[in-house]
């Protein structure tokens, strides 16, 4: 069974750094890509920054310049680093993949449980 472990997050004051890192774990043939999104108090998720298996990346334009996507394919990890934070990135981050299971050739969504972040003013 294929599950998302989700790590780092916390506590940090406006303009700090933090890591968030996820790793899938089960029986994996192949990673289509690795993201993460975030959902705040009273808002829709929104994606942050998205990586694939390629090497290309995307990212919302509320975070480019501050934040850093990279997915390990081999490790079946994503990292997303977060320089200069703000208060409005206050949310529950979670880690998203598309990922092919070992037993079957369609590529299936999973979904981390969530971490939270908090930035204070």
């Known amino acids: 069974q294929v599950q998302l472990v989700e790590s780092g997050g916390g506590l940090v004051q406006a303009g700090g750094s933090l890591g968030l890192s996820c790793a899938a774990s089960?029986?994996?043939?192949?990673?289509?890509?690795m993201a993460w999104y975030r959902q705040a108090p009273g808002k829709q998720r929104e994606l942050v920054a998205q990586?694939?298996?390629?090497?290309?990346?995307n990212y919302a334009d509320s975070v480019k310049g501050r934040f850093t996507i990279s997915v390990d394919n081999v490790q079946k990890i994503v990292y997303l680093q977060m320089n200069g934070l703000r208060p409005e990135d206050t949310a529950v981050y979670y880690c998203?993949?598309?990922?092919?299971?070992?037993?079957?050739?369609?590529?299936?969504?999973?979904w981390g449980q969530g971490t939270q972040v908090t930035v204070s003013s």
């Open positions: 998203h993949a598309v990922l092919t299971p070992l037993d079957s050739e369609i590529p299936n969504v999973y």
């Open positions: 990586g694939t298996s390629s090497g290309s990346t």
């Open positions: 089960g029986s994996i043939f192949r990673v289509g890509s």
